[in-house]
């Protein structure tokens, strides 16, 4: 298994499809969780995700808990958040991690971010007057940096 990534109520086309695209080429399950702020089939997405949709593995939940639902004994759960103080590099990631994403306007709800242990709550670091990165840009940092540590396992 490889590291997934989740996405809490996404709400712009265009980065779920970049995520997709990303997905598709790390080999990495993409979890959708709604309510979603497009439509699957909306162009904007079929154009960011261009033909990879077809060779992402792409699961759709209809809240939180449908989520936790599928996770597996044993899985992690990682809040990406800029309210963690740990550093996106300092776990050691296993390969069936799974790592959370909040919406692009408000980020994982505190709600959540508390639900998951404070070792599973991971940050990008950043200039303290920042507020985040593209949703799309956070993604590929931390999926890139699990799939380093695990040596890109199925890619080339």
């Known amino acids: 298994m490889k590291p997934s990534i989740a ?7 265009p980065n779920c ?3 997709i695209r990303l997905c598709a080429n790390a080999d990495c399950a993409l979890h959708l969780i709604e309510p979603l ?14 033909d990879y949709r077809d060779l992402a593995v792409v699961r759709v939940h209809a809240d939180f808990q ?9 899985q992690r759960l990682f809040a990406c958040t800029t309210k963690a ?4 590099s300092t776990p050691c990631y296993r390969h069936n991690d799974v790592f959370l994403f909040g919406p692009e306007t408000r980020g994982l709800p505190n709600t959540v971010i508390g639900s998951i242990p ?13 507020r985040s990165l593209n949703l799309s840009n956070a993604v590929a940092i931390i999926a890139y940096e699990a799939m380093r540590q695990l040596d890109f396992p199925g890619c080339g």
Do not use: W
């Open 37 to 50: 702020g497009f439509d699957l089939e909306e162009k904007k997405l079929r154009r960011a995700g261009l």
């Open 118 to 130: 404070t070792e599973q709550q991971i940050r990008i670091p950043m200039r303290p007057q920042s």
């Open 66 to 74: 449908c989520f936790l639902g599928v996770l597996l004994h044993g």
């Open 17 to 19: 499809g970049n995520i």
């Open 85 to 88: 103080t740990q550093s996106h």
């Open 7 to 13: 996405l809490y109520e996404p709400e712009i086309a």
